[in-house]
């Protein structure tokens, strides 16, 4: 666990180690797979991300969800964020493969599914939510499916999140399902790279960290993995008690 005073030098530490780990993986197999998540939380990770001195033409890239029924023109669909965010500033990206949910859910999850089992992660980007989620598995999260994405319902304290960051006018506007890349598919990942921000989130990352492992804090898993690194800016970690 990594604690800055800002969310410019989390984001630029955590970025760091990703960029790191993605050169080791091309250096090592000549070629790079990674995950990156959305929303606020990854603002300042991103921007530095995409500086980083990566052979980003070596690279593949997954994102963790994509909301069902949402086009990519909407503000808030994580392609659109994703494409403006990074890919754009990165172009000679070898490629990005990016979850449509808008017609057809469960073949989206078998279509990207497919490609992401012959893509082993060498670095996972993720986030946790104020609930604790991990992607879009909200709490009670399913840690036993193997399947690389599922489609999920959100709960009510998942979609007044992204009614608080600002991504819909109203909550009966946020979607109530989405796709989401499976807790055991994430943990897959080579290294995890946690960045998370905001007094906000303050709570969640106590229990994630104070609690037992449950799939009521599905964030809790990550104490598990062997290689996971969690990023964190001050206020985010104002309620743990022996930060």
């Known amino acids: 666990m990594y604690i800055y005073p800002t969310k410019q030098e989390m984001g630029a530490a955590a970025a760091e180690l990703a960029g790191r780990h993605l050169r080791d993986a091309i ?4 070629s790079a797979n990674l995950i990156l998540a959305t929303g606020a939380s990854q603002f300042e990770m991103l921007a530095a991300l995409v500086a980083q001195p990566v052979e980003w033409s070596r690279v593949t890239a997954f994102h963790l969800d994509e909301y069902v029924g949402l086009p990519a023109s909407h503000p808030a669909s994580f392609r659109k964020y994703l494409k403006e965010r990074f890919a754009a500033k990165a172009p000679s990206l070898k490629a990005f493969h990016y979850i449509n949910a808008e017609d057809n859910p469960a073949a989206e ?31 009670p999260a399913d840690f036993e ?10 709960d009510e304290a998942c979609r007044r999140q992204q009614l608080g960051e600002g991504w819909f006018e ?7 399902r989405a796709v989401s890349m499976s807790i055991r598919q994430i943990l897959a990942s080579r290294c995890i790279v946690t960045t998370v ?9 106590r229990d994630t960290l104070e609690s037992q492992v449950s799939n009521m ?5 990550l104490n ?15 309620m743990l008690h022996d930060p």
């Open 145 to 154: 499916t193997t399947e690389p994405y599922i489609v999920v319902e959100l």
């Open 27 to 30: 250096a090592a197999r000549g």
């Open 217 to 221: 804090v599905p964030a809790s898993i």
């Open 170 to 176: 109203t909550l009966d506007d946020v979607p109530r």
């Open 197 to 205: 921000p905001d007094k906000r989130k303050a709570r969640a990352v």
């Open 109 to 139: 999850c078998r279509r990207v599914g497919d490609i992401l089992r012959r893509h082993p992660i060498d670095v996972a980007c993720v986030g946790i939510g104020e609930n604790g989620h991990l992607a879009f598995n909200d709490p």
């Open 224 to 238: 598990t993995h062997d290689d996971c690194h969690l990023f964190l800016d001050e206020p985010a970690a104002s």
